[in-house]
Structure formats: C-alpha cells, structure tokens
C-alpha cells in the first residue's frame, strides 16, 4: 500500500485530547437545544432524555475506546470499520463510512455554525434568516483558514476555546444555582410518567436532542497519527470528557430549570441569555451570549480539524481521491482533505437548522455507530488474540446498550430524517458496486 510523503506530528498529549473532546461536545448544543428537550417531554421530566443519553454515549464510548487501541491509525471509524469486516466486506463498509461521513461530518460542523449566529440573534435582532446563512457560511470560510497552521497551534488553541467554555458553563451554572428555586426545578405535569406512545416518542425525541450535544465524545479517534502515546491518551480522554460533561449538563440543566417556569423555557430561544437578562440585566446577558459564541465557534473549530482527517486517511490508504492523502509539505497537515471537508461544510450551512440536525444524525447511526457496536463483536469473534490495551467493561453489556439505544434514536428521528439516512446509504452501496466493477478498489472509490 503506497503511502503519501510527509509525516505528521505527535504534539497532542492527554490535556489536548480531553479539551478537544469536551470541546466538541459542550459546543452550541446545551444552549440551543435545552427549551428543544423541554417541549419534547412536555416538563422538567426531559431530564429522563439526558439520562438515557448518558448511559448510551458512556457505553458507546468503551466501543470506540477498545476500536482505537486495538486497531490504531488516522482515520477512526474508517479504519475500524475496514478492519473488523475485514474478513467479509471489508472494502464496502470502509467506503459506506467514509460516503457517509461526507454527509454526515460537515452538517454536523455547519449545524454549530448556523447555531452559534442564531444565537448571535440575540445581541443583533435584525439578523433574518438570509443573514444568518450568509454569515454562518463566512464564518466556516474563516475557520478554514485558521486551521492553516501546524497541528500543535491548532491543539493550543482547542485548549483555549475550552477553557471558555468551562467559565461560559460554569457561570451558567453558578447564576442558576444562586436563584434556584425548587417549585420551577421539578414540578411535574400531571401525568408525566407512564408507558403510553406519546411518553416513548417524547423520551425518543429527547435522547435523540440529547445525544445530538453529547456527540464528540470520540473526537480525538480521527487523530491517532498526531497523538502522544495513543494507548494511555484515548481511553482515559473518551471516558473523562463523557463523564465530565455528562456531570456538567446534568447541573446545567438543573440550574436553569430551577430559574424559569418549564413553559418559558420551552418557548425561549436564547435560554442561557434570557435567563442572564431576567436575573442580571441586559449587559451581563449580552456578555454571556458573546461567550456562548466563543463556546459554540471552539466545538466546531475541533471538529473541522478532526473530521478532514478521515478522507486524508482513505486516500491514503488507496479508498479515495489520491489528491486528498497530501500533507502540506511546510505545515505537515492534510491541507487539501481539510479543504474538502471546508467546503462542503460552508454549503451546508446555507441549509435550514433543523434539516441540518436531522439529516446529520440519520446519516451516520447505521453505518458508524451500530456498524462499529457489531465490529467490535466481529473482531473479539475472529481475531481473539488481537493486542488490545483497553477491553471494554462488562463486556458485551456496553455494546448491547449501545446498540439498542442508537436504533431507538434512529427510529425516534422521524420518517424523513430516516429516509435520509437509508437512502444515502443506499446510494453508496450502488457507487460502491459501479467503482468495484471498474477494477479500482485498489486505487481510488471515484
């Protein structure tokens, strides 16, 4: 297998592992989707949703970390996946990820791009929805070219956004726990709980709202090639940044419900920021919100960085245009993957919000997620003497969590949101068969 001259750097350690995920996961999410997860459950009871989510991000999360100690490499899910259906189609399943992923990568980028200049609404209320899209899709021009620096700036700069988005959560948290008032935090509807349909979909509408902001939690699996010691760095990075954030969302979330009526949250639109205006005054209001930006731009700031790796990685390895496996000769970065990866990522943010979340979601279950939950038991099945320096726990309870929880997610995301995602999946295998036909599944899947 012909590799690209060029090599990448190992400047990341633990910290910038851990940022980048956290990063990634605490972007504009909790911010946006809180009044979201509210009205799907109809009561301060949508805390069930972000429950559910945990227990499937922490359990997903040992796939992933077991996945990127026992097959290393750049790339992540790409190589999992060739990896474990290796001995059965292992070509196809490689392809299929990494078709999806140029769906499913950048609108998750462009929804926290569109999300963060909503937000913005708040301090600039003439902003319509045309200005928004322009202006989301200027800010992804911009993020490119800020990525066009060696991977250790790019690193010391993750950090730094984290670190605004640990004072951004943490005043949110702290203004809501100082005016916490118990009757807003956990009075109930009547009838909140029961195993009725309408309580399965809202709880399926939650936890699919809630494991939208947990996303990101295996982040730094796509640079394996630019991490210290990789074995120690990704099990402990996956399982501190879920648990970590998981803890953070859960007093947020608290705090805020503890401050304002469910029903207004449900109707509000900048919570954190009406919140801050309700209790604090306009001008502290406007302060927050400039931080939640900074807070949203550092989680899709590490996610542009992370996702163009996975192309770079499978033309690389022969699985896609070669151009895209180039290293920038000065920078030691994938700079024409990353601007793929970009540009796609700017023409999606010109799309509505709402399409841009589903559509992202729906793309990626099938394939990623429960394609690597069953890999992982493909791999533990054929290759029982693989080298892993992590195992997962309780194995295969995770797994089997796992797995159930992102087909209840999947099915939760609505006819359309469903079609999206089988049809593009679909769409890839007939590719996948016209290149394979053509005798180039050595060289290049276009």
């Known amino acids: 297998m012909e590799r690209q001259s060029g090599h990448l750097d190992r400047s990341l350690g633990l910290i910038h592992a851990t940022a980048s995920n956290m990063a990634t996961m605490v972007g504009i999410g909790p911010f946006i989707t809180i009044p979201l997860i509210v009205s799907a459950m109809g009561g301060p009871q949508a805390m069930l949703g972000w429950a559910v989510g945990a227990i499937i991000a922490i359990s997903d999360g040992q796939v992933w970390a077991e996945l990127s100690t026992s097959l290393p490499g750049e790339g992540g899910s790409y190589v999992y996946l060739r990896e474990a259906y290796k001995k059965y189609f292992g070509k196809l399943a490689a392809f299929l990820f990494i078709w999806t992923f140029l769906l499913s990568g950048p609108l998750e980028i462009a929804s926290g791009f569109v999300g963060m200049v909503q937000y913005a609404s708040f301090i600039w209320p003439f902003l319509n929805e045309t200005n928004i899209r322009i202006l989301a899709f200027t800010v992804g021009a911009f993020t490119i070219l800020l990525h066009y620096n060696r991977v250790k700036f790019v690193g010391g700069v993750t950090v730094f956004l984290w670190i605004v988005m640990l004072v951004t959560v943490f005043l949110t948290i702290i203004v809501g726990l100082t005016h916490f008032h118990v009757r807003d935090a956990f009075v109930f509807p009547h009838g909140w709980f029961g195993f ?3 309580f399965v979909s809202g709880l399926g509408s939650a936890t699919l709202i809630a494991m939208y902001d ?3 939690y295996y982040n730094i699996c796509y640079l394996e090639e630019e991490v210290k010691r990789p074995e120690y ?7 501190f940044s879920v648990i970590g954030v998981t803890l953070i969302y ?3 979330n608290v705090s805020i419900l503890g401050t304002m009526p469910w029903q207004e949250i449900a109707r509000s639109t900048h919570v954190a920021s009406d919140m801050f205006e309700q209790i604090l005054g306009r001008h502290a209001a406007v302060i ?3 931080l939640v930006i900074i807070t949203a731009y550092g989680s899709t700031y590490s996610l542009m960085m992370s996702y163009s790796r996975l192309p770079f990685a499978a033309a690389r390895d022969g699985f896609f245009f070669k151009w895209l496996g180039e290293v920038h000769a000065k920078k030691h970065f994938p700079h024409f993957s990353l601007l793929t990866v970009g540009i796609i990522t700017c023409i999606a943010s010109l799309f509505n919000l709402d399409f841009i979340i589903a559509a992202s979601l729906s ?8 394609g690597q939950i069953i890999g992982l038991t493909l791999l533990r099945k054929d290759r029982p003497d693989m080298k892993r320096p992590f195992r997962m726990w309780l194995y295969p309870i995770p ?7 992102f087909s209840f997610i999947f099915l939760s995301s609505g ?3 469903i079609a999206v995602g089988i049809g593009w999946m679909v769409i890839g295998v007939i590719l996948y068969f016209k290149w394979s036909s053509n005798g180039r599944a050595e060289t290049s899947p276009v």
Do not use: H, K, Y
């Open 250 to 252: 859960a007093v947020m």
């Open 196 to 198: 009725s349909w309408g």
């Open 233 to 239: 760095v990704f099990p402990r990075a996956i399982i």
């Open 399 to 405: 797994s089997i969590i796992a797995f159930f929880g």
């Open 363 to 370: 793309s990626r279950i099938l394939i990623q997620f429960i």
């Open 288 to 290: 927050l919100t400039i």
């Open 214 to 216: 947990l996303m990101g």
């Open 415 to 417: 006819l359309e949101a």
